[in-house]
């Protein structure tokens, strides 16, 4: 079993430059999550997708920051133009079931650093 | 929104010694569950609860999900030096919310 496959696990960028962060879930679960952690708020949920729909976004920050799910085993966490203040690292994090509790299990995260 | 309150933020403990956190909600939640994050990786699942009441231990770990189903406690028994992590209780119903997390130093 492979784990939820974070890319890239660093990535620095100037303020104003877009960034991608990808994930690879656990292939046969069907909820895919992303998580951003920072000292100061902890885990905040950003949005999570059931069978590739996104459900629940309102964690997101604002309009710079989108996702996408164009499949099963794949997802994006895109944020243009990035600022200083979106250094953090991003987690996805993938269930077996449409919540209800079913154990997430995480990637190792995307450490960002924006200048 | 769904808050979750875990305490203590720290603690400091000897070796060999008892841990208890805890986590408390204003909200209900269906399931309680327990992670630990080691520097550098994403949290691991420690333990699951589904039912309200439930005590379930894994090894040295015992958690339980409280009866109002508003809060829930993880105790570690005989602490060891790799027990050193950050620790999250995390309520979920339809998505998951995680607390602050409790930060253990194991002094060897």
């Known amino acids: 079993d492979a784990g939820v496959i974070q890319s890239p696990r660093h990535e620095v960028t100037e303020m104003g430059q877009e960034v991608t962060l990808r994930c690879k879930p656990i292939s046969g679960h069907n909820s895919l999550f992303w998580y951003r952690q920072t000292m100061m708020r902890g885990l905040e949920l950003l949005i999570y997708?059931?069978?590739?729909?996104?459900?629940?976004d309102s964690g997101m920050p604002e309009d710079r920051f989108s996702a996408k799910m164009p499949n099963a085993s794949f997802s994006t966490l895109k944020i243009q133009p990035s600022e200083p203040r979106d250094s953090a690292v991003y987690f996805c994090?993938?269930?077996?079931?449409?919540?209800?509790?079913?154990?997430?299990?995480f990637g190792n995260g995307t450490r960002l650093t924006v200048t | 929104g769904q808050q979750l309150n875990q305490s203590p933020q720290s603690m400091f403990i000897q070796e060999g010694e008892d841990v208890s956190m805890n986590c408390t909600s204003s909200s209900i939640f269906n399931t309680w569950l327990w992670y630990k994050q080691d520097p550098g990786e994403g949290p691991v699942l420690l333990i699951a609860?589904?039912?309200?009441?439930e005590l379930t231990s894994n090894g040295r770990l015992t958690a339980q999900f409280g009866i109002t189903r508003k809060d829930s406690f993880l105790n570690i028994s005989a602490s060891i030096p790799s027990d050193v992590g950050i620790y999250f209780c995390?309520?979920?119903?339809?998505?998951?919310?995680f607390g602050a997390g409790t930060r253990l130093t194991v002094k060897p």
């Open positions: 997708f059931n069978n590739n729909v996104p459900i629940d």
């Open positions: 609860l589904y039912k309200a009441g």
């Open positions: 995390a309520g979920s119903n339809n998505d998951m919310r």
């Open positions: 994090a993938s269930s077996w079931a449409p919540g209800g509790g079913s154990p997430l299990h």
